[in-house]
């Protein structure tokens, strides 16, 4: 299933303490286009209901059955994409000439 790096989880417990989301879950989400390409979504949610519930590296997640297989191994960091750019992405397994999907416009982060 999906990873988090230590980075990212870092930055989610981060997230998580303030008011507006604390004791939320943060919700993971994935759904194909009609290309082919998946696009990635991340937010914290209070719905809990017929997801998934999982533990990977320490982060509570949530996600639904529809994202699953969007989801296999992926690996959701946090990385620094230009000099004080730091952001969210999600890394499909992918070959050596593809690179990373960012979490920007398609995607909510928790900045």
């Known amino acids: 299933m999906i990873k988090i790096t230590d980075a990212a989880a870092a930055q989610i417990r981060a ?7 604390f ?9 194909q286009e009609d290309d082919g390409s998946v696009n990635y979504g ?15 590296n320490g982060i509570e997640i949530l996600i639904a059955a ?3 297989p969007y989801l296999q191994g992926v690996t959701l ?4 994409m230009n ?7 999600f890394i499909p397994p992918y070959s050596a000439e593809d690179g990373p999907a960012e979490s920007g416009d398609d995607a909510a982060t928790t900045e």
């Open 23 to 31: 004791e939320m879950i943060l919700r993971v989400a994935a759904y």
């Open 15 to 21: 997230a998580n303490n303030n008011p507006d989301v």
């Open 77 to 80: 960091d946090f990385v620094e």
């Open 42 to 56: 991340m937010g914290f949610d209070t719905e809990r209901e017929a997801d998934e519930h999982l533990v990977v």
């Open 66 to 68: 529809s994202s699953t």
């Open 83 to 89: 000099p004080g750019d730091m952001r969210f992405i």
